[in-house]
Nanobody, 117 residues
Framework: QVQLVESGGGLVQVGGSLRLSCVAS????MGWFRQAPGKEREFVAA????????NYADSVKGRFTISRDNAKNTVYLQMNSLKPEDTAVYYC??????????????WGQGTQVTVSS
């Protein structure tokens, strides 16, 4: 059983930055997903256990960076140049390498990110 605890969400203006953190109790491939009101949960970014492979949704490429510090069991999502459409609850997930919700068996509680225009 892997427990995940996210932090770092908040309110930011368009063009601003936020960094999300996720502390994990175990070491797995990790992903970030987000879910906006009335929409399905969607893939944002993923990083493998060794931190040598990453993957991003097209909508965030060049703006978001996923990284991990295995010594601290922590995964980060650096979000720059934020847009109103980035507003969502962001979830940290642990599991197999992939871009689908079904690839991950462990989920955090979610953290709200709101981008105001």
């Amino acid at each position: 059983q892997v427990q995940l605890v996210e932090s770092g969400g908040g309110l930011v203006q368009v063009g601003g930055s936020l960094r999300l953190s996720c502390v994990a109790s175990g070491r797995t491939s990790m992903g970030w997903f987000r879910q906006a009101p009335g929409k399905e949960r969607e893939f944002v970014a993923a990083i493998n256990r060794g931190a040598w492979n990453t993957n991003y949704a097209d909508s965030v490429k060049g703006r978001f960076t996923i990284s991990r510090d295995n010594a601290k069991n922590t995964v980060y999502l650096q979000m720059n140049s934020l847009k109103p459409e980035d507003t969502a609850v962001y979830y940290c997930a642990g599991g197999s390498w992939g871009t689908n919700v079904e690839d991950y068996g462990y989920w955090g509680q979610g953290t709200q990110v709101t981008v105001s225009s």
